[in-house]
């Protein structure tokens, strides 16, 4: 299906709307199988340490797949679309925010941000990964581009990268933003300080604290941004000018259908069905399957991307106005 013959919103919402109900059930469910199990397993990585840290790095992988497994619903709840309560949502969304370091009304109205612009050339810089296009990359400093060369440098982009958002970046207002945001931060940094007395005190330490949750926050932060990272910078992926920019289009075409092994995709929790969730962020990550398998029209659009395919993305770095807002790699641009 061409991009110029793809369903409208006025079409697709009567096929949408069925998924766009969150329920108790699953949301119950979703907290009993995930929150319970990552604290549990924080519990099991303070009993390791008696054992030898070798075992406690050993648990630090599952219980990484389980933080972003509750980010994932963290996320949903700011969306609203975790359970049917959006006092609950607000009231669930801030404790697991404190569990993944992540103030939630300040994160929520970035991600709000991103939702609206996304792949929009003129609204870009809120709640998604810097992109450059080649004519503004070429008009920058050199010691300006060099800088753009080391942020999307995988090594940096998803080795230092999480460690500087989850740790530093999320620890600070952002100028732009309301009283409300503001505020956000500052009762999520106080209720992680009480967190982490009261961890470091179980832990048998603040350093016990640190060797235990750096490794969970590493991994997981390495993946979460990988994840994001690969549903919008793909071969193919939709780039516009505001003028010419459609919500449809930046939602099929804007994001990608990322085909990860059931476990893994048990982990991040369905984000995979990326383009279901841009074109519709009321539809509950534990309805995103169902909808992609119910409506052949999304299928049929999106970019499917598997795992070994998705490697060689990391390598796309900047958008080509001059050829369709491809994405290219610094090499293109030098030959």
């Given amino acids: ?57 050993l648990l630090s992988i599952p219980t990484a797949g389980l933080m972003i497994r509750s980010f994932i619903l963290f996320h949903d709840c700011g969306h609203n679309s975790f359970t049917p309560s959006r006092k609950a949502n607000k009231i669930i969304g801030f404790i697991l925010g404190v569990l993944v370091l992540t103030p939630g009304e300040q994160w929520w109205k970035s991600h709000a941000i991103h939702h ?38 995988p090594l940096i982009m998803f ?3 999480p460690l500087w958002m989850f740790i530093i970046a999320h620890r600070l207002p952002l100028p732009r933003y309301s009283s409300k945001e503001t505020m956000s931060v500052v009762w999520t940094n106080l209720a992680l300080a009480v967190y982490i007395t009261a961890f470091s005190f179980l832990a048998g330490g603040f350093w016990n604290f640190v060797i235990i949750q750096l490794p969970v926050l590493w991994m997981a932060g390495m993946f979460g941004i ?27 075409l804007g994001a990608s259908f990322y085909r990860l092994p059931k476990v893994i995709q ?32 999304l299928r049929d659009t999106v970019r499917e991307i598997g795992f070994m395919e998705s490697l060689r993305m990391v390598r796309l770095q900047l958008i080509d106005e001059k050829h369709n807002n491809r994405m290219v790699t610094f090499q293109d641009i030098l030959g």
Wanted: charged share 15%.
């Fill in 159 to 161: 080795g230092l990268g």
């Fill in 226 to 252: 990988w994840l994001f990272y690969i549903q919008h910078q793909f071969d193919g992926v939709y780039w516009a000018r505001d003028e010419e920019w459609d919500y449809v289009k930046s939602a099929l």
């Fill in 116 to 153: 609206a612009t996304s792949g929009n050339l003129d609204k870009r810089g809120v709640g998604d990964v810097a992109t450059l296009t080649v004519e503004e990359y070429q008009a920058k400093h050199w010691v300006e581009r060099f800088g753009y060369q080391l942020f999307r440098f």
């Fill in 1 to 57: 299906m061409s991009s110029s013959s793809l369903p409208t919103m006025k079409e697709l919402n009567p096929l949408l709307a069925p998924y766009q109900k969150p329920a108790w059930k699953p949301a119950i469910g979703q907290l009993a199988n995930t929150v319970l199990p990552f604290v549990l397993m924080l519990g099991a990585m303070i009993f390791s340490l008696r054992v030898s840290y070798w075992l406690t790095l």
């Fill in 266 to 297: 048990w982990f991040s929790g369905n984000i995979g069905f990326h383009h279901i969730h841009h074109l519709s962020p009321r539809v509950p990550n534990y309805l995103l399957e169902q909808c992609h398998a119910a409506i052949p029209a």
